[in-house]
């Protein structure tokens, strides 16, 4: 005859530790957590307990600074903006796989080493390589520093070495912002309706 066996049950969480233990797991980053510190902002949780960082570029749009004159053009430039992060994202460059150097050039099944495996996430890189050959060399990195990696007009004052006003520095930088956002518009599938219809 066999022995009876214990059963051990673990202790059931409530639904609402579950729910705390969720929370803590989709939580940003403590990198993030610090930077946003290191910058002044003081992160909130919102009655959805989800964690409100603001982010310079939508600081930007709230404060009116990609179109001062202009709140429909400064929606549009934001979610020209909006949609070149999310495109980002879609493309998952932080992704990328290595290899090792002695499988270069065999065959084999699935793709390529260093290719997506998504269709979506190679668009989407097509996508930023063409947005890049529309803004130029010398705004491009304006724009992945603001929009995509979230830093301020002051971070970038060295893509314009030229200048060492700093308040100049900070107007050209914005001002290159700008028309980059406004040249990829199209691309990004968010343009003013006037330019829609052709004139």
């Known amino acids: 005859m066999s022995a009876p066996r214990k059963t051990s049950k673990r ?35 919102d009655a959805d307990r989800t964690r409100r960082l603001l982010d310079p570029f939508d ?31 879609r493309a998952r460059l932080d992704q990328l796989r290595a290899v090792a150097p002695d499988r ?9 080493p260093g290719l997506p495996q ?24 304006i724009v992945t520093r603001i929009v995509i990696e979230g830093a301020g007009v002051r971070d970038c004052r060295g893509f314009v070495p030229e200048l060492a006003t700093p308040w100049r520095a900070d107007a050209v930088v914005s001002d290159r912002l700008r028309v980059a956002l406004d040249m990829i518009g199209g691309l990004m599938g968010v343009m003013p309706t006037r330019e829609r219809r052709g004139g």
């Not at 998504?118 to 930023?128: S, Y």
């Open 11 to 45: 202790p059931r969480k409530s639904p609402q530790e579950m729910l705390d233990a969720v929370q803590e797991r989709l939580d940003a980053t403590p990198e993030r957590l610090a930077r946003a510190k290191e910058t002044g902002q003081t992160p909130t949780l």
């Open 59 to 89: 600081t930007m749009r709230a404060n009116r600074l990609l179109a001062p004159h202009d709140p429909k053009l400064n929606d549009i430039r934001w979610l020209v903006g909006e949609s070149l992060r999310r495109t980002h994202h």
């Open 104 to 112: 270069l050039g065999s065959t084999g099944f699935g793709p390529r």
């Open 118 to 141: 998504a269709d979506v996430a190679l668009h989407a890189r097509d996508k930023l390589r063409e947005a890049e050959d529309r803004v130029g060399p010398h705004a491009w990195p």
